[in-house]
């Protein structure tokens, strides 16, 4: 988003419209309801970690209230709706309070990689040369690595191992950021590759545009199209890398914050014993989040690939458009309406 | 299968009020409406019209080959070649469908490239027509396959059968297409714009094998198809189209002689024909000024070569070998060539777009082998390009007026596109196109509109030079015809030196002072319209001329005879 | 046609006039990509070992991340020193990637042992996870995509998508949790964590000569059926839990590009000669489809590595992913840095092999 916001004349704005709203618009059948259902779990998420305060029944951190400790394992019940955990927390509590963990490292670890990999994308599409071919090999390196591997390492670097409340989110969100640098350089490169070869662009040169001219109102502009939709994969899958970090043990402390993986991860032994509260809760608050964020994403996708788009005639302005999937690249083809006449 | 041409028994297809509507984001489009036609067994019927005239709709609706969002009304009644059995394929079912699919009509592309599957070999996807319909084993299937390929003109189909698709070049690949319809033996075929994606002299062997279709095989032949010259070469019959309608019905000679609607004169006379350029040309040569021959060309390219590096141990390709021309300040320069001939590299490369690797090509005075672009900057402001595609040549995000204010504000002639826009008005007044179009974007106009807005753009700054690289190749004859109409207007009042690059002999005609004319990236002639066009000199420029198919079957029928000889 | 071989065969334009030099049949063609795809492997390699190091190294050394706190600064100091991590970190790189070359990985600090030994004790059960779980990956998977692509936009359709989604935004950890409950301490028909019986382990180390490791095939060797039942009814559940996560994206993958050879001109014109709707999906629109299928599945490899860390710690299946996170809780952070690269080398290899496939299955790389 943060490089979208960059002043853009009013005209164009209101034509194409804001991103996920003129998609809404866009969208039928099926692929509205899962725009709809993925924007209603977002919207809830967004809403529990913006109200985290007044929703939640005691502090993540909190052991005991005025009657004394809450007790460890207790089943659900009145006091404890979804009951405490084994280190004496009231689970409700914690799922609540994750939302703002899970938000935090979700925006800190976008911003980050957007920037970089945005600005190294474009700088290495455009401009190509021995600089290019070295960040394509660093980036595909990358890129083809297990994720976690890479978060592990780099939380190690960063904490420790374990760590505050901010450490802990610096260290997750940084992690993540390593990780997804590659993902928006690979996205804008290509992008910033097949524009760079599009006639309006060669047309600019022809005019005479310097390079930096072409760059930002020609080649930036256009390659960040696809940006809200890969923001929104990325986003889910920060909060699995998250998970999946404090599932190992590279968590933040109980006492800084509340994050789901790490409650996953003390209720494993729980598992064994039937004790299922404790692990249930916490978990579907992640699939809760991820799957808000991954259907949004997706259906954004689907919108923008004439290919995949629900079939109702593709729209003639809309040319080039590059499908993201959390897997990689994928074919591209032309839409299978194109070669028809009178379709358009 | 039979060789000869079978009996007339009646219509093989027989459309009676076909309407066709599509679903789309901007409500229902009626796409092809009230249309009835008959298609005779054994006989060429050509269905001409413009982008959006229904042509491909209700060619494929014989054979219910339409997308899920099409609405049909009306009837397609479907006859075996042996008159066996009819369908009406509006009402058939999925797997009645199938079995009429190739059997009664089968389809020739437009795209040969496309049509055929990258990952089987040819061989397999022939057989699949006459698998789906049965009755044959797999060695009379394959001897059949064979047997197609060699009669299409495929040498060595023995060995050929096992090849992938990408082994043939283009003209083959179309013949194996045309081979799998064939196969099946069926009463009709449908060529949908078969010859468009190819080379005039390829398109020529095209047509030639798709009359040998008709007269071998007995096949009837509805052809789609929005060239003139390719209906008189090779139809009986035409069917002119219009916004969904049938506008005229008509035998060949009849509609080329004496046309009845207005929109088929109009059609007719977009068509640009040989030797239109000639008085105009002669007009221009006798009105420039004395020792014009003698004044520093604006262009001048001697021994110019330009090779692409090739990758991975491949070797480089030489698209421009040694080429020698010069535009004179004035002076429309037609540079002709079929695809891989060179013609665009050219013009890149004068515009600084594509590096010169041997040679000299000077520039208005610059010297573009080894130039530095630091140093060609200041030039550019001379020189105006108009590029082939107006669907990609413009900036989807940008207003019209912001893209042509764009040479205006690099330049520094004016602050920004809101200042440049009293200079944005004239130039789009003097392209032909309403002030307000300015506030459009470029996906609101049509291929026509945008080709002039692209053409303001390019003279925005009053270029001594333009490189105008197929500029109307993308648009349909009558707004070709008017697009070039306005270019040769503008030409003539503002004199800039021009490049004038086309495949169209036709087209280059019609605007140019001189042709010249490349193959395989070389020079292979070189003189006005009249020298080249009236005695070609070198072979390929005779059967690139032959290969021209003329809209008047009369002339087309001699031409053939011509070009039979020289192959 | 796709992204991905275009990336392959080298930069479209650069040459801007359609001119493609007569392809003919090129005899070195595969034997020259093979080669020049096996190079790119040790950039790829050299790349991250050379980020790992340098990234583990900011922190300081292993040896005080390890012990510090446990040892006195001078204890500490001298064994920092016998390791050599006091000298210059450049002559420790360059000592490092001779080590690499020798295909040593290092030691291990908290149990002394060789890491390539680490490899050779349970990598083969990571291995025999990973096959499992891909087992079940391309039995749901691809069949399922291919039928969610024909039943496009209808109610079958919907539901796998929502199927696959859901397989992928349910962390493997969770997944195997929830298996956990439901099939093992709640209805218990299946073994909760290991990978056999304390009773078949036994069997298998005594009555097997040369064990592989592999315990399915270990256990066949035993002759014993109890023994193979009761590794396989161990199997099940991780299997199910990393082999989902991976069929989510299989399936979509899949269904997207089926969904776009279904549109291409070669299906219209195979539809055109009458070819029935089940063999245009099953033939003419799968096969190319599956070209940019097995590209993609190579960068699944580094998924299901990812996934196999998570699930092996979830069910103490005692492979790699699960000494990883030992020898993580344990701060032996030369153990985690021998095994990560030992895992990237993993990774760029299969992603050679997997693009070898890609390109053997496609007759344009192949002529």
Known sequence: MATTATPTPTPARRRRGLPVVRQLRQAVGLQRGMLVAGLVLTGVFLLTAALADLLAPYGYNQLRDADGPFGAQQSPSGDHWLGTTVGGYDVLSRVIYGTRTALAVIVVAIVLSLFLGVLLGLLSGYFGGWLDRVLVVVCDAVYAFPTLLLAIVMAIVISGGQSSLWGGILAAAISITVIYIPQYFRVIRAETVRIKAEAYVESAKVIGASHWRIMTRHVLRNATRT????????????????????????????????????????????????????????GIAIVWVVLGLTLVGESLNDLADPRLRSRRAADAGETGEVTVVPGGPLGAGPAGLAGIEGAS | ????????????????????????????????????????????????????????????????????????????????????????????????????????????????????????????????????????????ARAKAVDVLRRVGIPEPEKRIDHYPHQFSGGQKQRIVIAQALVLDPGVIIADEPTTALDVTVQAEILDLLRRCRDEFGTAIVLITHNMGVVADLADRVAVMYQGQLVEQADVRTLFSAPREEYTRQLLGSVPRLGQGLARTQERAAARPAGWASATPVVEARDLRIVYPGRLRKPDFTAVDGVSFAIRPGEVLGLVGESGSGKTTIGRAIAGLTKVTGGSLSVLGTEMNGVKEKRFRPVRERVGFVFQDPASSFNPLLTIAQAVAEPLVVHGRAKDAHEARGRVDELLEAVQLPRSFGDRFPHELSGGQRQRASLARALALGPELLIADEPTSALDVSVQARVLELFDELQRELGFACLFISHDLAVVDLLADRIAVLYRGQLVEEGTGAQVLGAPQHPYTQRLLASLPVPDPDEQAARRATWRQLT | ???????????????????????????????????????????????????????????????????????????????????????????????????????????????????????????????????????????????????????????????????????????????????????????????????????????????????????????????????????????????????????????????????????????????????????????HAYRPALIPIVTVIGLQVALLLGGAVLTETTFEWRGLGFQLSEYLQARDFVAVQGLVVLLAVVVAVTNFVVDVIAALIDPRVRY
């Not at chain 3, 204890?75 to 450049?90: C, S």
């Not at chain 3, 079940?136 to 796998?160: H, K, M, S, T």
Request: neutral net charge.
């Open chain 1, 227 to 282: 940006l809200p939709l890969i923001l929104t994969l990325n986003a889910s899958e920060a909060i699995l890398t998250l998970a999946g970090l404090g599932f190992l043990g590279f968590g933040i402390e109980p006492t800084a914050a509340a994050e789901w993986g790490f409650d996953l991860n003390r209720a494993l032994s729980d598992v064994t014993s039937g004790i299922w509260w404790t692990s249930i809760f916490p």
């Open chain 2, 1 to 140: 299968m039979s060789t000869e041409r079978m009996a007339p028994v009646g219509p093989v297809v027989s459309i009676q009020d076909l309407s066709v509507t599509f679903a789309t984001d901007a409500g229902r489009v009626v796409a092809v409406q009230d249309v009835s036609l008959e298609v005779r067994a054994g006989e060429v019927l050509a269905i001409v019209g413009e982008s959006g005239s229904g042509k491909t709709v209700t060619a494929r609706s014989i054979l219910g080959l339409l997308p899920e969002t099409a609405t049909t009304r009306g009837a397609v009644l479907l006859t075996r070649k042996d008159g066996s059995s009819s369908h009406d394929v509006v009402t058939l079912g999925r797997s009645d469908l199938g079995d009429v699919r190739g059997r009664d009509a089968a389809m020739v592309f437009q795209e040969p490239s496309t049509a055929l599957n990258p990952v089987y070999k040819v061989g397999w996807q022939i057989v699949e027509g006459l698998r789906a319909h049965g009755g044959y084993s797999r060695a009379e």
């Open chain 3, 1 to 283: 046609m796709t992204t991905t071989t275009t990336e392959l065969t080298g930069e479209p334009a650069a040459v801007p006039e359609a001119a493609p030099p007569p392809r003919r049949r090129r005899s070195g063609g595969l034997g020259s990509y093979i080669a020049v795809r096996f190079l790119l492997i040790f950039p790829t390699i050299f790349v991250l070992v050379t980020t790992v190091f340098f990234l583990m190294r900011t922190t300081g050394d292993p040896i005080t991340a390890a012990l510090g706190g446990r040892l006195g600064p001078a204890e500490l100091a001298e064994r920092v020193a016998a390791a050599g991590y006091d000298r210059p970190l450049f002559t420790q790189y360059l000592e490092y990637l001779g080590q690499l070359v020798r295909l040593d990985f290092g030691t291990t600090l908290s149990t002394n042992q060789p890491v390539t030994e680490v490899l050779a004790d349970f990598g083969t059960a990571t291995l025999e996870l990973a096959f499992y779980a891909l087992v079940v990956a391309f039995l749901v998977g691809i069949p399922l995509g291919r039928f969610a692509a024909y039943a496009r936009d209808r109610w079958p359709d919907a539901v796998l998508r929502v199927f696959a989604i859901l397989c992928y935004a349910t962390p493997v950890f969770f997944a195997g949790m929830v298996l956990k409950l439901v099939f093992s301490s709640g209805l218990g028909w299946l073994p909760a964590s290991g990978r056999a019986s304390t009773r078949s382990e036994i069997l298998i180390q005594t009555s097997v000569e040369n064990p592989t490791g592999i315990y399915l095939i270990d256990a066949i060797k035993t002759g014993n059926g109890e023994v193979v039942q009761d590794v396989l009814e161990h199997a099940v559940l991780p299997a199910v839990a990393l082999g989902l996560l991976t069929a989510g994206v299989f399936l979509r993958l899949v269904r997207t590009n089926v969904i776009g050879t279904l549109g291409m001109g070669y299906v219209e014109a195979a539809r055109s000669r009458g070819v029935s709707e089940r063999r245009l999906l099953r033939k």
